[in-house]
RNA sequence: GCCGAAGUGGCGGAAUUGGUAGACGCGCUGGAUUCAAAAUCCAGUUCUCGCAAGGGAGUGGGGGUUCGAUUCCCCCCUUCGGUACCA
């Protein structure tokens, strides 16, 4: 019978979807085992090679633990929300619910023909009001809840209210900006305004007016990680600071659990640095200093209060509230000046040339331990957003304080001697404590407990802990998110919708284009905005981040409608065992879902601490990038994400115009006349494009290089294509084959064939003449041994993940079983189930002709026997000195004498001793002998 | 700059606890089959000296530990990823 995967897989996939065979329960006997694929933002490019790769690991690994007795729920869904749909929208009027709809069916079709094992009952899309009414529902307890530092837990908000009412906030412990102490009495005597603002103050869904990343031109509001140096990670649009009420999460007060509940994870050490990088602990002391003449104090944050007898000058940041106070007529025009300068200086500007400015404020502050006057100024380099927004500066041990006082001419006084550690650099936090009168002679270390100690009985100041993280912004002034489960009343005070009334549905609108003053499409429906009850809604919508944030329960039971999964169903899955995804979601996706993750645990709605076990980061498969992309008319690049929006014809016939640079060849041969030439012919579909030539090009440069498969780079592979020539099986194979699942690696279908081979030469062991031909003898100890040591390989690398080895395993044993002509049931039968997981098309079929009824997937993975694997004799590599010399067979029992004795016998090993001594003989059994001569 | 990961034939990669470096596959070379090609099959393939037998070198570079190092330690170089005035 030929192998024809087409037929194969046509059949085999009705066939497993009438029989509901990977659908999963929520009880059983079997233990529980959940593997979860980060689910992908349905974009218009549809799925390339590149994209699978994860998802092929992950549906071998549900498949393997399957055959080895777990019920494995193994779920796929749909990031649904997002901005490159509204952007599409925008442009071509399609709704983004339409084009949503359309990409992710083109998605489904396309995951499927590729054989996963995905219980498609369970799929959830963000953007559907069933699952959004509980994104929803999860914000409105965030902004219920506080967290109370002492009971280091979410508490709610009406906990707040009574201890207030009766004790104020004297012994209240609270992740809030509420500085202010207050009784019980001043709390009943505030108007409900200060009330509620207090009130906001503490809950982790916060209303606040700040400076938020606004970006003119996409007509939104930014995350800070959205923005690469000063401009939009989308399409590369300037963003400057803007002041908006938005809506923050308190992602601050967990910053502490997230990074110790690190240490209980199985994630890889890059991706536990970065997350600890991004929180950013820091341990340090914050203290007050006099100002000179004045009724005020400057509060300072440093990490190396030991160096407070070298802090020379004072530094504000420019955006400090204490600037304008402290500065002296004298000064007044410096520091106007330098505002201004500093106000004209773009996030670009700051971030590509760090210049050592600043102006001096006129006032001095008073070293607490020297008493003397030290001067205070202004410098961008101090930034508002961390610690208190000022800091003493030590120029003789702070790198920053050294420029900027050696401009500016300051005093430095040196206080670390570090001339007992040669080579150490000034940020080392080592040395002996010099000038520091009752520091002098200390360690670094123990001078910093010293000091911080004597900063806390002089009642000037106390030990603190910063972090980098920032609270989340949560607002995004777009149409097509989830809308805010809040509504104000006359008063504008915020009111969470309750559960009964949620979901707050998306509203229909033909209309994408920004509001007016940055203010989202929504804010035209006025039939919406305004409630039955005269309440006005919140306009903005919430970021893509939101719907991410918790979907890995929603799978648990998806149609739940009383809860966002029962607790049975929560209580049976518990957390996901691996969780397989790109890196690229390494900070932003996995901290907001730890963080809503260990929300909902102090709320008692989940069991675990963290929501994903193991971790695996999945290498990209990458593309050859040839050339540059930009939009010829603006003169910007665009957007690969919104490129990937749109189908290739549309993209030759776009007004904007795509041009291309490369340097494929020489920076030249695209950009001549023949260059495009050339490129139309390499890529026909571009043949209507315009393309522009040297000529035109001076503003953008890009060189070829291996990266990122992207519709925008035109370097897409499609695996449809792949899976119509060679079959399911062997892309799966393939991709598998390509190396290790953690590694990047560049897209080359060259190699494809050998896998091809292999599966067809797997096939015809089963067949003699076009006829199944299998024989009932007995099989020998060589076929035995072949089939037991693929067994014992292939589970032991499945288990770590190293699945390219296992498709090794696979050509070697089907080679050696090819040698012997093997076509013995007994054999071949397990070597099916091995490879099932694998190649689960191929192997059904086989599974079938075979005279078995039910599934291959339902199968038990075989066991390996040890015995089979014995040899009774094992070649031994004899080196000497090291070196290999020659090989010798001795029998797998032979003493370690008696191999020495033999192996220095050897005619081979005779010659290499002549006119040496040997002084001593190493015989590690079963592995290598190794003489040693002088 | 700082943090993290990595560097092995022409290429993708293997070597799981320090024990025969280069498994498996691609490519390439030669052969079989064919009118021919594709496909398939067989053999070879780290480099280097040599007709061969057999040497020498070899896992980014340099040192070290060890009977023995791709693997452990120190220094340096390169690439990729993250991050960037965080006091």
Redesign the pocket.
């Known amino acids: 019978m030929e192998y024809t995967p087409g037929n194969i897989e046509v059949k085999w996939r009705k066939q497993w979807v009438d029989s509901k065979l990977y659908q999963v329960d929520n009880e059983s006997d079997r233990p529980k085992y959940y593997v979860l694929d980060m689910f992908p933002y349905p974009s218009g490019a549809g799925l390339h090679v590149g994209h699978p790769l994860g998802y092929i690991a992950s549906d071998i690994y549900s498949r393997y633990k399957r055959l080895k007795g777990f019920n494995v729920l193994h779920p796929m869904g749909f990031d649904a929300f997002g901005l490159p749909a509204e952007q599409y929208a925008l442009d071509t009027g399609i709704h983004p619910a339409v084009s949503t709809d359309n990409n992710i069916t083109r998605y489904k079709e396309q995951l499927n023909n590729l054989g996963f094992s995905f219980d498609w009952s369970r799929e959830v899309k963000t953007c559907d009001p069933d699952y959004y009414k509980w994104t929803q529902w999860i914000f409105t307890q965030l902004f219920e809840h506080y967290y109370d530092l002492a009971a280091d837990k979410a508490l709610p908000i009406s906990d707040l209210v009574t201890e207030f009412e009766q004790n104020g906030n004297a012994e209240i412990q609270a992740a809030t900006t509420q500085t202010e102490i207050f009784s019980a009495a001043d709390w009943k005597g505030m108007s409900e305004k200060e009330q509620r603002d207090i009130l906001m103050n503490h809950r982790l869904a916060y209303r606040e007016i700040g400076y938020v990343n606004w970006c003119e031109e996409l007509g939104t509001v930014l995350a800070?990680?959205q923005v690469?140096d000063g401009v939009s990670e989308r399409g590369g649009h300037p963003v400057v600071q803007k002041a908006m009420p938005q809506w923050n999460l308190r992602i601050t007060a967990y910053a502490e659990r997230m990074l110790d509940d690190l240490n209980d994870i199985d994630w890889?050490?890059?991706?536990k640095?970065?997350q600890?990088?991004?929180i950013?602990r820091?341990e340090?002391a914050q203290l007050f200093f006099d100002i000179e003449d004045r009724d005020a104090q400057i509060e300072?944050?440093?990490?190396?209060?030991d160096t407070i007898f070298g802090a020379t000058y004072m530094?504000l940041?420019p955006e400090h509230e204490l600037v304008e106070q402290l500065t002296t007529e004298g000064q007044r025009k410096d520091i106007d000046d330098y505002l201004a300068y500093v106000q004209s200086r773009s996030e670009i500007d700051?971030?590509s040339?760090?210049?050592?400015?600043g102006a001096f404020t006129g006032a001095y502050a008073i070293n607490t331990f020297t008493q003397k006057r030290v001067p205070i100024w202004i410098?961008?380099?101090?930034?508002?957003?961390?610690?208190?927004?000022?800091?003493?500066?030590?120029p003789s041990d702070?790198?920053?304080?050294q420029?900027f006082a050696t401009k500016f001419g300051l005093e430095i006084i040196p206080v670390v001697d570090k001339s007992d550690y040669p080579g150490a650099?000034l940020?080392d936090k080592i040395g002996k404590i010099i000038n520091s009168d009752f520091l002098n002679g200390m360690e670094v270390k123990a001078a910093i407990k010293a000091i911080t100690e004597r900063i806390e009985e002089m009642g000037i100041g106390r030990k603190q802990i910063?972090?980098?993280l920032r609270d989340a912004g949560f607002s995004r002034q777009r149409y097509w998110g989830e809308p805010f489960p809040i509504v104000y009343d006359e008063n504008d005070f915020a009111h969470a919708v309750e559960l009964e009334d949620l979901p707050v549905v998306l509203p229909e609108t033909d209309d994408f284009k920004p509001g007016k003053g940055g203010k989202s499409p929504l804010s035209r429906l006025e039939d919406w905005v305004t409630t039955e009850n005269g309440y006005t809604r919140e306009t903005d919508t919430m970021p893509a981040v939101a719907g991410s944030s918790w979907y890995y329960l929603r799978y648990m039971n998806p149609h739940n409608t009383e809860s966002f999964a029962s607790p049975q169903a929560i209580n049976y899955w518990q957390d996901v065992d691996l969780y397989v995804g790109g890196?690229?979601h390494?900070?932003a996706h996995l901290m907001y879902a730890r963080f809503w993750h260990k929300f909902l645990y102090d709320l008692g709605k989940v069991p675990t601490k963290e929501p994903f076990k193991k971790l695996i980061n999945q290498?990209m498969i990458q593309g050859v990038i040839e050339f540059a992309y930009y939009h010829k008319s603006s003169g910007k690049f665009i957007s690969e994400d919104i490129i990937d929006q749109y189908d290739v014809n549309e993209l030759a016939q776009m007004p904007v115009h795509i041009d291309f640079v490369t340097d494929y060849g020489s920076e030249e041969s695209y950009l001549s006349e023949e260059g495009i030439e050339q490129f139309k012919n390499w890529r026909p579909e571009y043949k209507n494009a315009e393309f522009v030539t040297a000529a035109d090009s001076d503003r953008f440069l890009t060189k070829s290089?291996?990266?990122?498969m992207s519709k925008s780079k035109f370097n897409v592979i499609n695996p449809d294509e792949v899976v119509e020539t060679y079959g399911a099986d062997v892309f799966r194979m393939y991709e598998m084959?390509?190396?290790?699942i953690?590694?990047?690696?560049?897209w080359?279908i060259?190699?494809?064939?050998?896998?091809?081979?292999?599966i067809?030469?797997f096939w015809d062991l089963f067949f003699k003449n076009g006829n199944l031909h299998l024989s009932d003898a007995k099989p020998t100890k060589a076929e035995l041994k072949i089939l037991h040591a693929t067994i014992k390989?292939v589970g032991?690398?499945i288990e770590?993940f190293?699945f390219?080895?296992c498709?090794?395993?696979?050509?070697?044993a089907?080679?050696e079983l090819?040698?012997l002509k093997c076509n013995k049931a007994s054999i071949l039968r397990p070597m099916v189930i091995l490879l099932a997981p694998f190649a689960p098309y191929t192997t059904e079929e086989l599974w079938q002709l075979m005279g078995e009824n039910e599934s291959v997937h339902k199968a038990t993975f075989p066991a390996y026997n040890e015995a089979y694997l014995k040899e009774d004799e094992?070649?031994?590599?004899i080196?000497i000195?090291?070196?290999?010399?020659a090989?010798a067979v001795f029998a797998t029992d032979a003493s370690k004498d008696a191999i020495e004795k033999a192996a220095l016998e050897l005619e081979?090993i005779q010659?290499?001793l002549e006119g040496k001594t040997v002084r001593?003989v190493?015989v590690?059994p079963r592995?290598?002998v190794?003489i040693?001569v002088g």
């Open positions: 800070n990680d690469k890889s050490n890059a991706l640095t970065m600890r990088n991004w950013g820091s340090g300072i944050y440093t990490t190396r209060p530094v940041a700051r971030m040339d760090k210049q050592v400015t410098a961008e380099y101090v930034l508002i957003g961390y610690g208190t927004g000022a800091i003493m500066a030590v702070d790198e920053r304080d420029r650099t940020d910063n972090y980098k890196a690229e390494a900070v290498g290089e291996v990266g990122k084959f390509l190396g290790p953690e590694a990047s690696k560049p080359d060259q190699g494809i064939t050998g896998v091809s081979k292999f067809r030469r390989k032991e690398d770590r190293s390219n080895t498709v090794s395993a696979f050509m070697e089907t080679n090819r040698k094992i070649e031994y590599p080196s000195n090291g070196k290999k010399r090989t081979s010659k290499w001593k190493i590690v592995r290598m190794n040693v």
